[in-house]
């Protein structure tokens, strides 16, 4: 008797317990939810405002690439809080193993993304920035992948070069492909409009001295310690999100087994055998 009751105590036990995990899984996603579908309006407001606020995005190249980061993030986030609401609160296994699934995948990426950046950190010098743009950096108005993305690096960070100026001499592609050009359109110096851009492209100032190496660095340096801190808390979260995903979809599972052990051994009337076995299966 005293068995049994131990035995009654505990399942007890185990039942609040899950049904914690399930409801603070409910309340964590439902503010990922909630989080997710703001960005996600917001980026989507940025693309479709009719007021001219998309034409402002336009121009700049960093808002540009912002707007779809932040609806990127917005999807995944909006994805994430979704199937761990319904998962937590509908007790369905399924989602909770794709909820599992899919938080385990990203955390892999950014754990890999961390190691090749480490390895390959020595690699990411100001020579070999240098070289690879003399190669193949080809004009300011080139839609080739490489190009386009120093473009974007260039505008941004008004800067000119890996270094300065002198990056684009006459051993440069650049130079190769724009003969009568000194330094790429981009590097002109600009106030409301374009100045003096035919002494700029012919070599003579104004033009952004400024090499991007430096900019970007320095730029890095200033955040490095909150993107560490931020980086940091993103991973504990996801870690504590798969923790709770896997207790509760044990926990579900464990109940099933429950059920199903009892229903073997006679413990529920017959008429509700076949309706439990139909509902474990569902579950």
């Known amino acids: 008797m005293g068995q049994g009751d131990a035995s009654a105590r505990s399942t007890a036990m185990e039942g609040d317990c899950l049904s914690c995990i399930k409801y603070l899984m409910f ?17 989507i407001w940025v693309l479709v405002d009719p007021t001219g606020f998309r034409e402002i995005v336009a121009a700049n190249p960093l808002l540009f690439t912002g707007v779809y980061v932040i609806l990127a993030m917005g999807s995944m986030l909006f994805l994430l809080g979704f199937l761990g609401c319904c998962g937590a609160i509908r007790e369905n296994k399924c ?15 950014e754990l890999a993304a961390a190691i090749l950046a480490f390895i390959f950190r020595e690699h990411l010098t100001r020579d070999y920035f240098t070289k690879e743009l003399k190669a193949h950096y080809q004009g300011s108005n080139n839609t080739d992948v490489f190009t386009a993305t120093w473009n974007t690096i260039m505008a941004t960070f008004e800067c000119c070069g890996v270094n300065s100026a002198d990056d684009f001499d ?12 000194a330094v790429p ?5 600009r106030n409301e409009q374009l100045m003096n851009v035919d002494e700029c492209l012919g070599g003579n100032m104004p033009f952004r001295i400024k090499g991007c190496y430096s900019a970007v660095v320095d730029y890095f340096e200033a955040y490095i310690y909150m993107a560490g801190a931020l980086a940091i808390v993103v991973l504990t979260i996801e870690l504590f999100a798969m923790v709770f995903a896997m207790c509760l979809f044990r926990g579900i599972h464990r109940g099933d087994e429950t059920r199903l052990s009892a229903l073997s051994s006679g413990c529920v009337p017959q008429e509700n055998t076949a309706l439990a076995v139909r509902l474990s299966s569902l579950a």
Do not use: D, M, T, Y
């Open 185 to 189: 359109e981009v590097c002109c110096l």
């Open 170 to 181: 006459q051993k440069s592609l650049f130079r190769h492909l724009n003969p009568g050009r």
């Open 95 to 109: 989602l909770l193993l794709f909820f599992f699934l899919l938080i385990l995948i990203i955390f892999l990426a």
């Open 27 to 43: 309340i964590f996603n439902f503010f990922i939810f909630l989080g997710g579908s703001f960005l996600l309006g917001v980026g």
